[in-house]
């Protein structure tokens, strides 16, 4: 497994979407965190390597998808209904095992991307 990477963030007013995409170079669990500055890092999204199951985080749950094209070795992150509150940088993680009742802590995660930034402007 490689590192991971990120792309597609970006400024954005609220209401409006962004997608994230995610590249990386093995069939692995992929997790989308992220960190709001002064808070710590939290789990988003999670997506297992056959495309399902999905996981959400209760406060993007309905607004956010996760998707993946393993064609391409690419997750996707789909953001609609963005609020400032989503603010943060946003860390794409991979992982081959990724324990089920695990898929949101960031220690089951070895391999992180660098970051992108989202901003959700009021």
């Known amino acids: 497994q490689g590192q991971p990477v990120e792309s597609g963030g970006g400024l954005v007013q609220t209401g409006g979407s962004l997608r994230l995409s995610c590249s990386s170079s093995?069939?692995?669990?992929m997790g989308w965190f992220r960190q709001a500055p002064g808070k710590e890092r939290e789990f988003v999204a999670a997506?297992?390597?056959?495309?399902?199951?999905?996981f959400y985080a209760a406060s993007v749950k309905g607004r956010f998808t996760i998707s993946r094209d393993n064609a391409k070795n690419t997750a996707y992150l789909q953001m609609n209904s963005l609020k400032p509150e989503d603010t943060a940088v946003y860390y794409c993680?991979?992982?081959?095992?990724?324990?089920?009742?695990?898929?949101?802590?960031?220690?089951?995660?070895?391999?992180w991307g660098q970051g992108t930034q989202v901003t959700v402007s009021s």
């Open positions: 997506i297992y390597w056959r495309g399902t199951p999905t």
């Open positions: 993680a991979t992982d081959m095992t990724v324990l089920i009742n695990k898929y949101d802590s960031d220690s089951e995660y070895d391999y």
């Open positions: 093995s069939y692995a669990t």
